[in-house]
C-alpha cells in the first residue's frame, strides 16, 4: 500500500501532475531498493557462513608411526572448500613436538603445533594459527610421549572456531527467512491486501478517480432537489 502525502502542487496543472509523479516514482524506488538490499545483504550472510563452515570442517590428520630407525609422522590436511586440494607432508625422521606463536594487529597471541625433525626442520601442522595455548599444549604433550615411548599416535580434529561463525552467519539470514514467512503467513490470515508496487501515473489515476467520485457524491443529485420542491410546493398549496 502507499501513502499519499499532501504537496504543494496542484493536480490541475501540468507541472504539478509531473511533480507529483517525479516524487511518487522515487518513493517507490526507494521501497523497491530497500528491499532488494536487504535479500543482498541476507544472501552475502548465508554464503560467508556456508564457506566458514566448509572452511571449519576441512580436517587435519597427525599420524605417527613406527619405522625401522624411528618414528614417522604425516600430516595430512584434507580441504572441503574449493580448489578441494589435499595436502600431505611426511616427516620421515621425527624428534619433538613444540608450539609457536604469532601476533595479530590488535595485540592478541595465537598458536599452532610444529612438528620438528632431527636436521632442524619444523612443520606446522596446521597452515594457520587460532588461539587457545591449552588445546595445543595437550596435543604437543600427547605427540611427545608417543615419541618417547615409542607408540603410535593419530588424531584428527577441525576448526571448531570457522564451525562456529559459520553457524552464526547461516542462522541469521534463516531466523530472518522464518520470521519474514511467518509475518506474510499473518497479514494473509487478517485478510490485509497484498502490497503491490505500481507505476506512479497508475496511482495518481486512481487517485484522481477516487477524487472525482468524492465530489460527485457530496454533489446534489437533481432528482433529489426535484422531489424536494414538488414536496413543498404541494405543502403551501394544501
Do not use: W
Not at 625433525?117 to 591449552?134: A, H, I, L
Not at 605427540?143 to 577441525?158: A, G, L, P, Q, V
Not at 522464518?178 to 487478517?190: G, R
Request: proline share 3%; aromatic share 12%.
Amino acid at each position: 500500500m502507499v501513502r499519499l502525502y499532501k504537496t504543494n502542487y496542484c493536480f490541475t496543472t501540468k507541472e504539478g501532475k509531473k511533480h507529483l509523479i517525479l516524487k511518487l516514482n522515487v518513493f517507490l524506488y526507494n521501497k523497491r531498493m530497500k528491499k532488494r538490499n536487504s535479500k543482498s545483504i541476507l544472501i552475502t550472510f548465508l554464503i560467508i557462513g556456508l564457506y566458514s563452515l566448509f572452511s571449519g570442517l576441512s580436517s587435519t590428520t597427525v599420524e605417527i608411526t613406527l619405522t625401522s630407525t624411528g618414528q614417522q609422522a604425516l600430516i595430512h590436511r584434507r580441504s572441503m572448500i574449493p580448489p578441494f586440494k589435499n595436502i600431505d607432508i611426511v616427516i620421515p625422521d621425527l624428534k619433538q613436538a613444540g608450539i609457536s606463536s604469532s601476533s595479530t594487529s590488535k595485540g592478541q597471541t595465537t598458536y599452532r603445533v610444529e612438528l620438528e625433525d632431527f636436521k632442524g626442520n619444523r612443520f606446522p601442522v596446521t597452515s594457520y594459527y587460532s588461539s587457545g595455548y591449552e588445546s595445543k599444549a595437550i596435543m604437543k604433550d600427547a605427540i611427545n610421549n608417543s615419541i618417547r615411548n615409542r607408540t603410535e599416535y593419530k588424531n584428527t580434529f577441525y576448526n571448531t572456531v570457522s564451525i562456529f561463525f559459520g553457524f552464526i552467519f547461516i542462522f541469521i539470514p534463516v531466523i530472518a527467512f522464518i520470521a519474514n514467512k511467518k509475518s506474510k503467513n499473518n497479514t494473509n490470515s487478517k485478510s490485509k491486501p497484498h502490497t503491490t508496487y505500481k507505476t506512479a501515473e497508475k496511482i495518481l489515476e486512481e487517485f484522481q478517480i477516487a477524487k472525482d467520485s468524492s465530489i460527485s457524491a457530496q454533489q446534489p443529485q437533481p432528482e433529489a432537489e426535484t422531489e424536494k420542491y414538488k414536496n413543498i410546493n404541494d405543502s403551501i398549496i394544501k
